[in-house]
């Protein structure tokens, strides 16, 4: 066993580790009093100082627990309950006096480290808690081996060979039960796209690197132009900022009709991952018919989850290219009010109107405006204090982001009595063509506007008349040098770590492919797989149950073999069938005596070779082993002679 002071230090540092992979769970003062408790409990080991009394640990332990409890409401039950989890362990290892009292140590980390899959799916942090794992079932053995025993690797080599198979066996055909209990929801803050857009916001999202969602495409990928992945609808204005309507944070599910046009068309299906947002709305590309997995479609082509994004989801979505149509007059009505600000826009949008009575041209117009007059995209524009910020841009900064680009369209639009509304989502996206998937990150979050055109909804994104490279290339290509650099700065600079962070999300893409994907309908579609192909199934399984018995086999009779004597296997080989005949319990040599009684003509180098054998095995003389050789190979014909004549009798 190992002393108790590494026993000690071992827990201390496992304590330290499930502590910073629970760290989205701890507020940072709290992460601070338990490295305050695990840094007086190791500097009390290596000091060799008593452990504190179990009163004071339990009134230190009981302080805590309120502090904990008083910052429920921040922290959400399910963080709380993990953090209360923690300090019971770390109330345990602050009292340790003997081994004995931490077997229920050892399993409340047990029950930690898995707790850890609740935060976080990637597959680094898998990895992480894997090795957690194995550093806490180190200490599970080490508690309890005798003292002085060694690790034996082989032995453990062998049994991960047995386990792997059945893990593997149970995690592909096992069922799948559902979830006993609900976990109460955590109070995370939320990421990617909020219910409300004013300038500003998006800038502020497409500064950060993070990953939204990825995609892999069921046939080619589409243009970059039509890359717009829808999330949210903004169709209340209230002059300055775009809300997500009552209508649309209350709808039901929602199954499009399909005409007869569009069940002929070219359909575009795909599957996505989500990350967690807690969030509900997720993306979708063009204008969806279906969707498949734990979500649903909503009126408008939006689709959403069930409940909050806390883990990645995986989801699939059939649809086509081209306009939605309108669906009720009061979302006709939504989408027509400007806003009681800003009326030197509304005043432009009357003499645009004049000229172009129709949509289509009013649209075409406003863009041949946004492309001939001095407008500039910018990452940092300027502000746009007060309640006429519309008004602001368009006449006097002229410098924005798609935000400001599509706010200002849709309030024009709305000006000229046509119903617009503003999009948010993300545009583009990194394609992976080895891996075959698309990589759609926060800073792709965009803005654009959708009007009303002879009853269906019509795209128009006013950004690519400003900056056509934002949607035909990235993002990069259009900003200076001094913008790109809030993008790419810090460590993203380096091109190594920047080549490593890609590969280590290629690998990740298939861990939540393969493993977290694998869910209920996955196995099911499985089951069928297996059930076709049962006839080869069962003969494959045949043949390795035959090839497994005849390795099986040979390698007790090798084992066997390894344990007689040298003599014995020397005789073994050379009278075969005659020995064949012996008693099982009969000794050799007295079987050789027997045969030299009833065989004559044999007797005398019967009786010798039962002498050499017996001196061989019991006296364990080597040159009786020699003799015996010796005489086996002169006396050939004999052996064969007497084969014949015990044969024929």
Same mark, same amino acid.
């Given at each position: ?12 540092? @496992? ?12 507020? %940072? ?67 340790? $006096? ?12 047990? /029950? ?22 194995? @550093? ?11 003292? %002085? ?7 453990? %080599? ?34 990617? @796209? ?18 939204? /969602?990825?995609?892999?495409?069921? =046939? ?70 279906? &969707? ?18 806390? $883990? ?35 005043? /432009? ?13 009013? &649209? ?29 841009? @368009? ?5 924005? /982001? ?14 000229? %009595?046509?119903?617009?509304? &503003? &999009? ?9 063509? $080895? ?6 990150? $926060? ?73 977290? =994907? ?132």
């Amino acid at each position: 066993m190992l002393k108790q002071k590494n026993l000690l230090l071992l827990w201390a540092a @496992l304590q330290t580790g499930i502590l910073l992979l629970l760290q989205q769970a701890f507020s %940072g003062w709290i992460i601070g009093v338990f490295l305050l408790l695990l840094l007086y409990r190791v500097d009390s080991v290596l000091r060799n100082r008593p452990t504190l009394s179990l009163k004071w640990v339990n009134l230190l332990a009981g302080l805590v627990a309120i502090a904990l409890f008083v910052n429920l409401r921040q922290a959400g039950v399910l963080h709380f309950m993990l953090q209360i989890l923690l300090l019971a362990a770390v109330a345990r290892l602050l009292a340790l $006096q003997h081994l004995y009292e931490a077997r229920q140590l050892v399993w409340v980390h047990y /029950f930690l480290t898995g707790c850890c899959f609740i935060l976080h799916q990637d597959m680094a942090i898998a990895m992480l808690v894997f090795a957690v794992f194995l @550093l806490n079932l180190y200490s599970h053995y080490r508690l309890f081996a005798p003292t %002085g025993a060694q690790l034996n690797w082989p032995q453990t %080599g062998r049994a991960v060979l047995i386990i792997l198979p059945l893990w593997l066996g149970m995690f592909l055909l096992f069922p799948r039960l559902p979830a006993f209990w609900q976990i109460p929801d955590a109070n995370v803050a939320a990421t990617g @796209l909020g219910d409300s857009i004013d300038p500003g916001s998006i800038e502020k999202l497409v500064q950060d690197d993070s990953l939204a /969602f990825r995609v892999e495409f069921d =046939g080619p990928l589409p243009p970059r132009q039509q890359l717009y992945w829808r999330a949210r609808l903004y169709e209340e204005f209230d002059g300055r900022s775009w809300h997500v309507s009552a209508m649309r944070r209350t709808a039901a599910r929602y199954t499009p009709p399909a005409t007869a046009t569009e069940k002929e068309a070219a359909q575009q299906s795909y599957s996505v991952i989500a990350e967690a947002s807690r969030q509900t709305s997720l993306y979708a590309l063009a204008r969806p018919l279906s &969707v498949s997995g734990s979500v649903r479609l909503n009126a408008g082509g939006l689709v959403s989850a069930n409940k909050p994004l806390s $883990q990645r989801l995986s989801y699939r979505v059939n649809g086509i290219y081209g306009p939605a149509a309108l669906l009720s007059e009061q979302e006709q009505q939504l989408n027509l009010a400007p806003g009681a600000a800003n009326p030197a826009t509304k005043q /432009f949008a009357a003499e645009l109107l004049q000229q172009y009575p129709q949509p289509a041209q009013l &649209v075409q117009a406003l863009t041949e405006h946004f492309s001939s007059q001095p407008f500039y995209y910018s990452l940092t524009p300027p502000l746009l204090p007060g309640a006429n910020s519309v008004d602001q841009f @368009l006449f006097n900064s002229r410098t924005g /982001f798609c935000s400001h680009y599509a706010s200002a369209s849709a309030v024009i639009l709305r000006a000229a %009595g046509i119903a617009a509304r &503003v &999009v948010g989502g993300y545009q583009g996206g990194q394609w992976h063509p $080895q891996q075959n998937y698309l990589a759609v990150r $926060q800073r792709e979050a965009h803005a654009w506007v959708e009007y009303l055109d002879n009853g269906v909804w019509q795209q128009f994104d006013p950004t690519a008349a400003v900056a056509p490279e934002r949607i035909l290339n990235n993002l990069d290509d259009i900003l200076p040098q001094e913008q790109r650099n809030l993008l790419s700065s810090g460590w993203r600079q380096l091109a190594f770590l920047q080549a490593a962070r890609q590969q280590l999300m290629h690998l990740d893409y298939y861990w939540s492919v393969w493993v977290l =994907g694998f869910n209920d309908n996955s196995q099911q579609q499985l089951w069928r797989q297996l059930k076709q192909q049962l006839p080869v199934i069962a003969a494959a399984a045949a043949i390795v149950l035959l090839l497994t018995g005849i390795v099986i086999g040979r390698h007790l009779l090798t084992r066997r073999q390894h344990t007689l004597p040298a003599a014995t296997l020397l005789l073994h080989r050379a009278l075969r069938p005659l020995l064949a005949q012996k008693q099982p319990t009969q000794p050799v040599s007295a079987y050789l005596r027997q045969l030299a009684a009833s065989q004559t003509q044999h007797s005398a180098w019967l009786q010798q070779l039962a002498d050499y054998y017996e001196q061989a095995v019991y006296a364990e003389q080597p040159q009786a082993l020699a003799q015996l050789a010796a005489l086996l190979k002169r006396r050939r014909r004999q052996v064969k002679q007497l084969r014949s004549s015990i044969k024929n009798a």
